[in-house]
């Protein structure tokens, strides 16, 4: 059974950091790319990072590059998302979800909520 | 990337069919076959129910289907049934290897 796990999520104030972890299981990670998606409180859902499966291809949404990374340690099934200089308006949960066919994404985590506010 | 367009809310009762709109450009959905679909519950996590348009996972169920005209792709949710009540999402390719998702849709079964 295909499983993500995602942790690391908290309160921090404005322009700290945190990183965020997804545990996988139950499939062969490094087979798979692997995405970010995050859902401010009472909102849609929005494509934050993508990592290809042996972390050659990155790709980031406008509204969080150069200040967040995406890496993935294939060695531990892990997928890692470091958020530097937050803003409020990145409070959310972020889900970490598997890449399926064309790009879907087939598997999602329960999530994990940042709050950013002083 | 500007978020794809998608009604705030429709409605049917049971046994009826829905469908809810997806409405890009030209440089995201009109450009490529590359739409999915995902059913969040609250409180869960949302779930993959069309990938590529129009193609169904193992395991949903083929009362959901999936169609593109130029801009606009659609999900069709027939014999409708209580437990198809949540939010749906549309997401498609923008080019440049990013994504574009929907506003939402919350789904009512009357």
């Known amino acids: 059974e295909v499983q993500l796990v995602e942790s690391g999520g908290g309160l921090v104030k404005p322009g700290g950091s945190l990183r965020l972890s997804c545990a996988a299981s139950g499939f062969t990670f490094s087979s798979y790319s692997m995405n970010w998606v995050r859902q401010a409180p009472g909102k849609g859902l929005e494509w934050v990072s993508s990592i290809s499966s042996s972390s050659s291809y990155i790709y980031y949404a406008d509204s969080v590059k150069g200040r967040f990374t995406i890496s993935r340690d294939n060695a531990k099934n892990s997928l890692y998302l470091q958020m530097n200089s937050l803003r409020a308006e990145d409070t959310a949960v972020y889900y970490c979800a598997r890449g399926g066919i064309s790009g879907s994404y087939d598997y999602w985590g329960q999530g994990t909520l940042v709050t950013v506010s002083s | 990337q500007s978020a794809l367009t998608q009604p705030a809310s429709v409605s049917g009762s049971p046994g009826q069919s829905i469908t809810i709109s997806c409405t890009g450009t030209?440089?995201?959905?009109?450009?490529?076959?590359?739409v999915s679909w995902y059913q969040q519950h609250p409180g869960k996590a949302p779930k993959l129910m069309i990938y590529?348009?129009?193609k169904r996972p193992s395991g949903v169920s083929n009362r959901f289907s999936g169609s593109k005209s130029g801009n606009t792709a659609s999900l069709t949710i027939s014999g409708l049934q209580a437990e198809d009540e949540a939010d749906y999402y549309c997401c498609s390719y923008a080019g440049s290897s990013t994504r574009v998702f929907g506003g939402g849709t919350k789904l009512t079964v009357l």
């Open positions: 030209s440089s995201d959905v009109g450009s490529y076959n590359l």
């Open positions: 590529e348009g129009s």
